[in-house]
């Protein structure tokens, strides 16, 4: 089985480009299953029922997020409205929306997870504990998980937690593709960072130079989207259905 996991989408140019990439994708790789991270689909940040529509409109059969979750207050209810559109697992009780879902093809299923690091970003519940707290009532040995997270140590730690109990642990964020992807254990396909799909010549998806004033300045500004050219980054999975163990990670760039 083939699943194709798109990184952070960013604003609508962003899903512009994917959608003009989506059909070369779909032919190339014949994907099974997409899941597309879409916690900065919106322009600004967050997630909104415009965008959301837009990548599920594009093939997603699963969205996940990360710590943009809930930058747009109009959208908190999107959360509880569709399955399929997930918000971090370690969330507190009683947050809107699910952490985990899944995705039922007849003969099998693939359960995904969405789980947010704690290391530089929020302090949310323990990712590793929910991690287990979830693993532990599946029934299936597929299962996908988005690790949205800022340390890159606490990636590698999440995927060595998880090596031969997960079929995947994909990292988001960060916004840039690394170069580590690799199968834990013969089992666990893995990758710190995925990426994103956005403007290739800026900074994580913002326009180069406001981004850099801010840093350089350090006075408060209002960040914009890039307008340059646009790329798509993802990575295809393969994994045998039966066992839940992936056989091959690749990375993709699109331009």
Excluded: W
């Excluded at 798109?6 to 962003?14: L, T």
Aim: aromatic fraction near 8%; hydrophobic fraction near 40%; include cysteine.
């Amino acid at each position: 089985m083939r699943l194709i996991f798109i990184g952070d989408v960013v604003s609508d140019r962003g899903i512009d480009f994917l959608e003009e990439k989506m059909y070369s994708i779909r032919k190339e790789y014949a994907p099974d299953i997409i899941i597309i991270n879409g916690e900065n689909s919106a322009n600004g940040n967050g997630v909104t029922e415009h965008s959301a529509k837009r990548l599920f409109s594009l093939g997603a059969d699963v969205i996940t997020t990360g710590n943009h979750a809930f930058s747009r207050r109009e959208s908190v209810s999107l959360f509880d409205e569709n399955d399929f559109l997930l918000r971090p697992a370690n969330y507190p009780h009683g947050v809107a929306g699910k952490g985990a879902c899944l995705i039922d093809l007849s003969k099998t299923q693939i359960a995904v997870i969405n789980l947010m690091g704690t290391v530089f970003l929020d302090s949310l519940d323990n990712p590793f504990l929910k991690a287990d707290e979830i693993i532990n009532r599946l029934a299936t040995k597929n299962i996908i998980v988005d690790f949205h997270a800022e340390a890159t140590a606490e990636k590698k730690a999440m995927g060595n937690y998880l090596r031969g109990r997960v079929t995947a642990v994909l990292g988001t964020h960060t916004h840039v593709q690394t170069a580590d992807e690799t199968i834990l254990d013969g089992h666990t396909a893995y990758i710190t960072d995925v990426g994103m799909t956005g403007a290739e010549d800026s900074v994580l998806g913002v326009d180069s130079d406001i981004a850099t004033r801010k840093l350089v300045f350090h006075f408060p500004c209002k960040f914009q989207t890039s307008q340059n050219a646009q790329f798509v980054n993802a990575v295809i999975i393969e994994f045998d259905e039966c066992s839940g163990k992936a056989t091959k990670i690749e990375r993709i760039i699109k331009r």
